[in-house]
């Protein structure tokens, strides 16, 4: 396993494509020639350094919120997001939704932000309070791009939120700058609903690659 830590969001990028590149794996599905490594287990020391800022990789800010607002709305729908992300439509449906919305399986389903919340208060040490976001007919739907988080697994220990992202693959150059402030947004607002503040965020990939 191919471990990665950081204070800031920065420098876990940074590490992390630079240990990507310099890795022998190269594997091309469906035909894209990527670098890889796997697994690769990233650490953010210091969750609230979520914005990535590089004179390459540069990241609209606006997007950023946007695409929080969006998944915390619990929407799927293409016309909310497009405003913000000019390249949502590439996942749509002609019905025009998105169907693999993080956001709708969270804050909608029986089995997201709100149980996490409510085992948390219930019992602080539990190991239970994980939120599913993959489910078994993801992988049985080919047509479109399909979750590549599998779930949130939430832990208070020592008084702190921790939380571990599990995701099947990631890009890590395209899409984990997004998925980090994405998540860390989220463990914040787990952390201001349970009135603890929050430990380190982790990002765990099958796949992590370039």
Request: with cysteine.
């Amino acid at each position: 396993m191919k471990i990665i830590n950081a204070e800031t969001i920065g420098t876990l990028l940074q590490r992390t494509c630079y240990r990507i590149l310099s890795s022998n794996l190269k594997p091309s599905p469906r035909g894209e020639a990527t670098k890889e490594i796997f697994p690769a287990f990233l650490c953010l020391m210091e969750p609230r350094s979520r914005i990535f800022v590089d004179s390459i990789r540069k990241l609209d800010i606006f997007e950023l919120i946007g695409r929080f607002a969006w998944e915390f709305s619990g929407s799927e729908d293409l016309s909310f997001i497009q405003y913000y992300s000019k390249q949502a439509f590439r996942f749509a449906n002609p019905e025009g939704a998105i169907p693999s919305a993080y956001g709708k399986r969270l804050f909608t389903g029986p089995n997201g932000i709100a149980a996490v919340i409510q085992i948390l208060k219930n019992d602080p040490d539990s190991r239970r309070a994980f939120a599913l976001i993959l489910n078994t007919n993801d992988s049985m739907s080919t047509d479109l791009e399909y979750p590549c988080i599998a779930g949130l697994h939430f832990l208070v220990r020592d008084s702190k939120l921790y939380l571990t992202t599990y995701a099947r693959s990631e890009s890590c150059f395209r899409i984990l700058p997004f998925d980090i402030f994405l998540f860390t947004m989220i463990q914040e607002y787990v952390s201001v609903a349970l009135g603890i503040p929050m430990g380190s965020y982790s990002h765990f990939c099958g796949s992590a690659h370039y």
